[in-house]
């Protein structure tokens, strides 16, 4: 590096190093550990002695939050919270605000799946809008921070970091946003506003020249595949157009899919799926034995309940499932598994 | 890459410790491993590898480990500035199990180490 570049870049750094991460308050993990040491009622006292005096913040929100969903929901990642887990969460959604603090993602987030257990939908989406807002914000004031930094005007980007809520506006909304909406519309058995989310993600992915991903196409089709029967339509195309773009979904959620299908008697997009879903490597034996079960379930279907001029059809498509598995059919299964048997007899 | 002759820095091993507190079940020996191999091939660890090993080792609840691991860096390589990102994990790996009492001293270690400027009243 030159001498000059040097100079140049010391003071940029002596600035970006002066907004390193700070550590609120000390109260913050004991909060924690004393929820989940004694229980709720420990931590909230530990809270409303902190929040006497001031010392709180987003992370102490943020903790009590998780307290208060972790300890009334059933052991595991259910994201079912009995009701008085959902009462806390809404007041310490009041307290905060009454603080005059501003939310992070992940707690507006977590907050769409309450609202959406107590029958209060429309909430949810009131704050996903305020998450919209907010990400114009960001972007805004993020072009004019650019701006002041290549204008090499430091004073000046002091002074916007000072006053400006660049880092205390974390509410913004991601492609996640969408994910947990529509998971809220599916838990409050309302498919069609989770069609009209699911649409929009998929408009603003499209403006934006973004790919919806596993990372997004799993949770969705893990939530939707849960739902009704429109949820499930709603799934099942996309996870077409998923396969027509050039990017499968997943096997776990596509199997999911599957087995929602199958419930249905909706053999022939069950089927389909399995043929649009992204190849299992060899070694992941869970999915090539659920995928057996599956298989043999459609088999039993197509046998039973098809009317006879519709199977023909549908017994194809499930042998180029086999053939793309490398799987055998329940009936060459059989047939192979009754060797071994056979074979000390004739011996 | 080692094998095409691009020689890992600090990036690499930081980003190899990282990535053993992102696996299913985190993998403390590969990390503790990474890092002796930095060692052992001149790459002095950073600010970051401080985090980074702190990381595996919080998911893994493994906090005496990290402690000594925090005091053996910082003895060995002043050069190194821990943040309280380095505190982080370990905070909460404590702080989810209940565990009050080393909660504040994992607090009262953070403080001392980073300075009270890091942190507010």
């Known amino acids: 590096m030159s001498a000059s570049l040097i100079t140049e870049c010391l003071p940029q750094q002596v600035l970006f190093d002066s907004f390193k991460h700070r550590v609120s308050h000390a109260t913050n993990y004991l909060i924690l550990a004393h929820g989940y040491k004694h229980g709720y009622a420990a931590a909230e006292k530990r809270f409303a002695e902190a929040r006497s005096s001031a010392q709180v913040d987003m992370l102490t929100y943020t903790f009590m939050l998780e307290l208060a969903l972790g300890l009334h929901s059933r052991p595991g990642r259910s994201p079912l919270v009995n009701e008085t887990g959902r009462t806390l969460a809404l007041g310490l959604w009041d307290m905060m605000r009454e603080d005059g603090l501003t939310p992070s993602s992940q707690f507006c987030h977590r907050l769409f799946a309450v609202y959406a257990q107590h029958g209060r939908l429309e909430e949810a989406e009131a704050l996903f809008a305020s998450m919209q807002a907010a990400s114009q914000t960001m972007r805004r004031s993020g072009e004019d921070l650019a701006a002041r930094w290549a204008g090499g005007d430091l004073e000046s980007v002091r002074a916007f970091l000072a006053t400006a809520s660049l880092s205390g506006n974390s509410m913004c909304h991601t492609s996640h946003s969408y994910v947990r909406l529509i998971e809220a519309c599916v838990m409050a058995n309302q498919p069609q506003r989770a069609a009209l989310h699911l649409k929009a993600l998929q408009e603003e992915a499209q403006a934006k020249g973004i790919f919806l991903g596993h990372e997004l196409t799993t949770p969705l089709l893990l939530a939707l595949s849960r739902g009704g029967l429109e949820t499930l339509d709603l799934a099942l195309e996309l996870h077409q157009r998923s396969f027509e773009g050039g990017r499968p979904c997943a096997a776990a959620p596509s199997i999911q899919l599957c087995g929602a299908l199958l419930k249905q008697r909706r053999e022939h997009a069950a089927a389909t799926t399995l043929l649009q879903m992204a190849l299992p490597r060899r070694d992941q034996q869970w999915v090539y034995s659920k995928l057996e079960q599956r298989l043999a379930k459609l088999h039993e279907l197509t046998a039973s309940s098809q009317p006879p001029e519709r199977r023909p059809e549908l017994e194809a498509l499930l042998d180029t499932v086999c053939e793309r598995f490398e799987l055998q059919r329940p009936a060459e299964k059989a047939a192979a598994e009754q060797v071994p048997a056979a074979a000390p007899a004739a011996s | ?121």
Not at chain 2, 9 to 31: E, F, G, M, Q, W
Not at chain 2, 65 to 78: C, D, G, V, Y
Not at chain 2, 94 to 121: N, R, W, Y
Request: glycine share 4%.
């Open chain 2, 1 to 121: 890459m080692q094998n095409r002759g691009v020689e890992p820095d600090d990036v690499t091993y930081n980003s190899l410790i990282s990535l053993c507190s992102r696996t299913l079940k985190p993998d403390v020996v590969r990390a503790l491993s990474t890092l002796r191999e930095m060692s052992a091939v001149g790459v002095p660890p950073s600010d970051v590898t401080l985090c980074a090993l702190t990381q595996s080792l919080g998911r893994a609840n493994n906090i005496e480990l990290a402690r000594s691991q925090i005091k053996e860096l910082l003895a060995n390589q002043p050069h190194l500035r821990p943040t309280t990102s380095t505190w982080r994990p370990l905070l909460h790996a404590t702080a989810v199990s209940g565990d009050v009492e080393m909660t504040q001293t994992l607090f009262d270690e953070m403080k001392a180490a980073c300075g009270s400027v890091l942190i507010d009243p």
